[in-house]
Structures are given as structure tokens and as C-alpha cells.
């Protein structure tokens, strides 16, 4: 309950953040700096990633014992859950993509709309997001009870590190990464070698889920 | 049904908390398990369950070891330590949604389960807003709701007013009298005395005859 009201407040106040800034964008005079201000990595740090770990997080909270040794293996369940959790990634993805186009159509003639750009970048934070949530269920299943207890909390945290710090440190210190990426600057990498990379790290995280998953003490 | 468990030791990030377990647990009985706060009856009944994997040793259902292959043993019903729902929903529809899985009880039947136990299935109370004897009771409901041939049941009188401890000890009474198998443990005497024909002692993770 106490981290749900976490994750809430985490939520509600990128939210904020996240409004006020697609409000500044709206001032921008024209379709081009909308579309560069939404694709803004800050609105993908700070309003997408918190929002998605809140369902996430929800649907985390059905995995009970009663449930799961109903469904009689711990591999089943956590496949049937994870299974959730991507579809639920794919509605949540839509939604957020039906008011980016929405919302310039209010503003901007419809040709003016940079449509195909917005849609171009949907494959892209859909792995991102699906790594995202199989690294929340990983860190959940972990045997560390404060890695379990706050594993929604750092699945948010480990992409504004890698985005904020790392990837921005070596930016600044002149090696900047334009080819390659750790796991989530992957989606700000121009060029199709971004789209093996992220299934392979999406691939590994199951592989590893798998195998915790068939040993793990529910106490 | 049969249960064996063979040499059963566990360690939970280098403490041991049960030690060279070997016991046997057959159908048509009901079995205590009794000793102090900590003495590791609730892990004892997780590794029967099959909620944990143990460090050494193993646990039997019917000669087939719990494994990953087989993870939990078939048509079990349990409680184990404090009730787990989800606060947002009804009683109902707790049972409800966990019923969903395995489609052998239908609404009517749980609706009658919850009359038996003196609970409202009409009630728009959410589990948020149960008392501990409410959830216990749906607690205890979900474990038998299935008519599961083996029941793992963690202190199942908890917090249980004294007419529903005396009508649960009648249900499983007649449980055992079914042939089927029930575990349990309570820290009252008087409930091992009435139902259980096997009672063990735990201290510090050791079974103590
Ligand atoms: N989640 C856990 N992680 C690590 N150790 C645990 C955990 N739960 C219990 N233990 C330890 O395992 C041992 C046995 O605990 P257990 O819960 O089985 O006792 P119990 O006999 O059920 O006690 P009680 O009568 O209070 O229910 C204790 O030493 C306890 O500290
Ligand atoms: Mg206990």
C-alpha cells in the first residue's frame, strides 16, 4: 500500500511535469518543434516509463500465492503474467500515441502534422518499455528483500541514470554514443542496428526471468 | 495420497531454519504440527507446498519429487500465514477471480460457502474494509472451496470466533472421514487434541518426537 502510494506520487508529480511541458511545446508556433518536444527524452523518462510501472506495478499485485499455485507452475505464471504485463505495455502505448496524434490535429492543419515521424518511434519505446517491464519483474523476483520490496522504484530509476547520467557524462566528455547504447539509450539511436539490440537485451531478460523463476522461494 | 519427506533442510541466506526432516503424511488423516513462535512449522508446510525449494533433501507426493517439472502438488488447498487478497475487491470477488483458474466450483456454490461462514455474498464491502476473522473465513473458504484432497492450513482458527472454530472442526472431521489429507497447525491445545490423530513437535527447525 505505502508503495503504491509511492509509485502514485511518483506519477502524478512527472505527470505534472510532463503537462507542463507539452503545454510550453504548445506554444510552439509550428508542427516541427511539437514533434521534437514530444519526443523529448524527459517526457519519456518522467511521464511514459513512471506511468507504465504503475500498471506494471498493479498488475504485480495480482501474483499472489492463492493464484499462483492455482495455476500450478511457477513458469506458467510468471509467462501468463508477463504476458500481461506486454499487452497491457501495447494498450498503454497506443493510448499515449492516439493523443500525441490527437493533439497537433487541434492546433495544426492535419498535412502540417508530422504523422509519420511520431509513428515511426512506436516500435522503439515499445521494446524499451517491454525491457522495462521484464527488469521491474526481475528485480521483484529478486532475493534481496529491499531489491523486492522497491523493485518498481528502481525500474524507474535505472533509466533516468542511464539517460541523465551516463549517457549524458560521456556526451559531455566527448564520447558521445551515437552507435551504440546500454539498454535504454538504444531508443535515441538513429539507424536499424537499434532494433536487433533491443530484442536482444528484451531475448536475455526473458532467458533470465525463466531461470529465476523456476527457483524462486515464495515466503 | 501419500507425502514423504526425506532429509528436508533449508537455509534461508545462511540461517537454518529447518534441519533433516523426515516425516510421512498419508490420506484419511488429519496431522499437527505444534511448537514455538519460530520453531518453523509455517516453512515446513511452504516446503510441502512447494512454495520453497529446499537446500538439501526432498519432498514426495505420491513418489514424485517436487521439482520444477512438478511444482506445487496437485489439488492443494492451503492457508499460510496471513491471508493474501486483493483489498480493492469484495470477498466475493476474490473467490471469485481465483475460482476463474480452474472452473471446478461455480458462483452458486461459492455464494452457499460464504453463507455457511456468515458472510454477506451480496455485500459491497471491499476486502479493505473485512475484519481479520472476515478475511480468515475467505481465507479458509478459498482453501476448501475446490473440495482439494489435500489441505496445507497454517493456524486456520486464527481470529475465528468460538461457533465457527467448532463447525470448522465438524467440516474437517468429515474431510478426514472423505479420505482426504489435512495438515495443520495451531497454538492452541485444544484444537490438536480434537482433530489431530499425528501430532508433531518442532523446535528450532527439528522435528522432536
Ligand atoms: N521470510 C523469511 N525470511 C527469512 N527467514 C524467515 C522468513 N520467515 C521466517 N523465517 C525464519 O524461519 C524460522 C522459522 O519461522 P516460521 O515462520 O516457520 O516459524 P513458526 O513456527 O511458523 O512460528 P509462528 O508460531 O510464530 O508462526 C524463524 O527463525 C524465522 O526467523
Ligand atoms: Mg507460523
Known sequence: MKRDCLIL??????????????????????AFFYMNSVDYDKVFLFFIIPAHIFGIAWIDKYILYPLVIRIGNRRKSMLISCVWKWCFTFLFLCIWYSFLILLPTI?????????????????????????????ATIFKHSKVPAVSSMAHFIAVL??????NGIRRALTLSGYGLHKFGFLYSWVYIKGNQVYPALLVIFALTIVYLFRISAKRDML | M????????????????????????????IYGIVGKNGSGKTMLLRAIAGLIQPTDGKVLIDDQELNHRLTFPPDMGMIIEKPEFLNHLTGLENLKLLADIKHVVSVDEIRSYMEQFDLDPNSKKTMRKYSLGMKQKIAIIQAIMEKQ??????????????????????????????????????????????????????ENGKVKR
Open chain 1, 9 to 30: 506520487g511518483c506519477v502524478i508529480v512527472f505527470g505534472i511535469l510532463a503537462i507542463q511541458g507539452s503545454l510550453l511545446s504548445f506554444s510552439s508556433s509550428e
Open chain 1, 107 to 135: 492546433k495544426f492543419p492535419i498535412r502540417e502534422t508530422p504523422l509519420f515521424q511520431i509513428v515511426e518511434n512506436f516500435p522503439r519505446y515499445f521494446m524499451a518499455l517491454l525491457i522495462s517491464a521484464n527488469l
Open chain 1, 158 to 163: 535505472i533509466p533516468l541514470i542511464e539517460m
Open chain 2, 2 to 29: 501419500k507425502i514423504k519427506v526425506e532429509h528436508l533442510t533449508k537455509k534461508i541466506r545462511g540461517t537454518m531454519v529447518l534441519e533433516d526432516i523426515n516425516l510421512e503424511f498419508s490420506s484419511g488423516h
Open chain 2, 149 to 202: 484432497q489435500l489441505l496445507i492450513l497454517d493456524e486456520p482458527f486464527n481470529a475465528l470466533d468460538e461457533a465457527t472454530v467448532e463447525m470448522l472442526y465438524e467440516i474437517f472431521r468429515g474431510f478426514r472421514d472423505e479420505g482426504r489429507l489435512l495438515i495443520l497447525t495451531s497454538h492452541h491445545a485444544e484444537d490438536i487434541e480434537q482433530l489431530c490423530d499425528n501430532v508433531c513437535f518442532m
